[in-house]
T-cell receptor
């Protein structure tokens, strides 16, 4: 079956512009996560959705970042007024549930470059 | 403040030999640990995991060892194969319902034919 898909695969934008990144999780997966990987760094947690519960936004670096998940499936990560330090690979992952032992399946990521 | 540390950025081994990838953590609340493998332009893929109640978990050529008192875990790959060449991330999760992962910076493994 299809894995986690993300679009676009690459995004180049100018400083100050808004961007939207999309994630299509694996069908039936109730948990969805956003991470980002800056150059030379590990993956940094951003936000987590589980079913209809309120999302855990504790990893969002600033109020310029927001995310939503519509209908319990597709998720969109929005970055407003982008800054150069937002340049990174943004990765989405999904899992069957929020249990600790449930494997998270990652998409290929969106490489964001802010000029 | 890095809670999961992979202090060696790279490792090179000969095909057929053992690869040992190390990981240290500082947060004693972590109780589940995972290794992910990542090829260029792809997302990370799950490799193997271990719960804090165990000290070893084995899956084929891959074995993860956990030393809780030292807050240290390691991934052993034996025998190493050229296809194992990739970036390996150590990750940890705490107790509770939210299973967000805290990752190390990764280590690049190169297996020479």
């Amino acid at each position: 079956g299809a894995g986690v898909s993300q679009s676009p695969s690459n995004k180049v934008t100018e400083k100050g512009k808004d961007v939207e990144l999309r994630c299509d999780p694996i069908s039936g997966h109730t948990a969805l996560y956003w991470y980002r990987q800056s150059l030379g760094q590990g993956l940094e947690f951003l936000i987590y959705f589980q079913g209809n519960s309120a999302p855990d936004k504790s990893g969002l670096p600033s109020d310029r970042f927001s995310a939503e998940r519509t209908g319990g499936s597709v998720s969109t990560l929005t970055i407003q007024r982008t800054q150069q330090e937002d340049s990174a690979v943004y990765l989405c992952a999904s899992s069957l549930s929020s249990g600790r032992t449930n494997e998270q399946f990652f998409g290929p990521g969106t490489r964001l470059t802010v000029l | 403040d890095q809670q999961v540390k992979q202090n060696s950025p790279s490792l090179s081994v000969q095909e057929g030999r053992i690869s040992i990838l190390n990981c240290d953590y500082t947060n004693s609340m972590f109780d589940y640990f995972l290794w992910y493998k990542k090829y260029p332009a792809e997302g990370p893929t799950f490799l193997i995991s271990i719960s804090s109640i165990k000290d070893k978990n084995e899956d084929g050529r891959f074995t993860v060892f956990l030393n809780k008192s030292a807050k240290h875990l390691s991934l052993h790959i034996v025998p190493s194969q050229p296809g194992d060449s990739a970036v390996y991330f150590c990750a940890a999760s705490g107790a509770g319902a939210n299973s967000k992962l805290t990752f190390g910076k990764g280590i690049t493994l190169s297996v020479r034919p």
